[in-house]
């Protein structure tokens, strides 16, 4: 069964850190696509980041830039965000997401989705 599964949400205040965790199951994430994307109350889904099968290209939303880093661990079959300076307007629904076949870091790209972790900021 393929399928992901998201850690690593929770409460935390402004100026915080939060390390997010996309284990995969089924299937091998490295030879995919990653991305993180983020949804709050009555906003649209939006990227956060994503890192090509390759590592070779890596994608950071404005709103990540300089404070939210993604990496792989292949021999977890995991791929990490860690948010760092966490900020109230960054609290959403946080979700992992696969692609095959490398296309961009757009949401209707990815076909394999987790069921997404809430990361609330908030003092």
């Known amino acids: 069964q393929v399928q992901l599964v998201e850690s690593g949400g929770g409460l935390v205040q402004p100026g915080g850190s939060l390390r997010l965790s996309c284990a995969a199951s089924?299937?091998?994430?490295?030879?995919?696509?990653v991305g993180w994307f983020r949804q709050a109350p009555g906003k649209e889904r939006e990227a956060v980041s994503c890192i090509s099968s390759s590592e070779g290209s890596i994608y950071y939303a404005d709103s990540g830039e300089g404070r939210f880093t993604i990496s792989r661990d292949s021999a977890k079959n995991t791929v990490y965000l860690q948010m760092n300076t966490l900020k109230p307007e960054d609290t959403a629904d946080y979700y992992c997401?696969?692609?095959?076949?490398?296309?961009?870091?757009?949401?209707?790209?990815?076909?394999?989705w987790g069921q997404g972790t809430l990361v609330t900021v908030s003092s």
């Open positions: 089924g299937f091998t994430l490295d030879y995919y696509t």
């Open positions: 997401a696969a692609d095959r076949l490398g296309g961009p870091c757009i949401a209707r790209y990815f076909e394999v």
